[in-house]
């Protein structure tokens, strides 16, 4: 079941928290609720997905992308996602999650979203790796031209850091493996 009742509050929410710009963050707050947690008490790692999903989300409706892709006929397209668990967010314990388009090379986005508690520990990270998919086109749109759409134009991404190329590695490797059969 995905959290409709937090989705309706995040677009409800949106204009308030004002734009979304490229280098920004978006930040939603949360509280760990039953319907969150496994048996451990503690926020499953299902969830930490599905709420990674509203912070883009919200950088969709904020920054344009949403009614860009509807012009357009474009879709988002995950590709893969990493996590990493530091800390755990147990019931009840208020929480955030700070979701930032980090760089792009090509048709790829690379994402990141931080699940913080109040005093600011990171509980988990998780990298995204994603593209926007021209359903007309068949192909996915190169991210500087997305860029440019949104007004945004002649923006030059950073390089991947190091923990980012690592990821798109991986990503690629299993993207691989998983064509191989």
Same mark, same amino acid.
């Given at each position: /079941? ?6 309706? +509050? /995040? %677009?409800? &929410? ?18 760990? *609720?039953?319907? !969150?947690?496994?048996?451990? *008490? ?5 969830? $930490? *997905? ?7 989300? #919200? ?17 988002? /397209?995950?590709?893969?996602?990493? &996590?990493?668990? @530091?800390?755990?967010?147990? *019931?009840?314990? +208020? ?9 792009? !090379? ?5 994402? +990141? ?5 109040? !005093?600011? %520990?990171?509980?988990?990270? @998780?990298?995204?790796?994603?593209? @926007? $998919? ?6 996915? @749109?190169?991210? #500087? ?12 991404? +950073?390089?991947?850091? #190091? ?19």
């Amino acid at each position: /079941m995905y959290v409709w009742l937090r989705f309706a +509050r /995040m %677009a409800a &929410t949106t204009g308030a928290r004002g734009p979304y710009r490229p280098g920004g963050e978006s930040v939603l707050s949360f509280r760990c *609720l039953p319907t !969150d947690i496994d048996f451990n *008490l503690h926020l499953n790692n299902a969830r $930490y *997905l599905m709420l990674a999903d509203l912070g883009r989300i #919200d950088i969709f409706f904020r920054s344009g992308l949403f009614a860009l892709m509807r012009r357009r006929n474009w879709a988002p /397209m995950l590709g893969g996602v990493q &996590t990493a668990f @530091v800390r755990e967010v147990r *019931l009840w314990q +208020r929480f955030s999650v700070a979701s930032s388009i980090e760089t792009w !090379d090509g048709t790829q986005v690379i994402g +990141r979203h931080r699940f913080m508690h109040e !005093d600011g %520990a990171v509980a988990a990270t @998780v990298l995204t790796t994603a593209g @926007v $998919y021209d359903r007309k086109a068949k192909r996915f @749109v190169p991210m #500087d031209e997305v860029v440019a759409e949104l007004g945004h134009g002649g923006r030059v991404p +950073r390089p991947p850091n #190091d923990a980012e190329q690592a990821f798109l590695a991986s990503h690629s490797g299993l993207r691989a493996l998983s064509k191989r059969g």
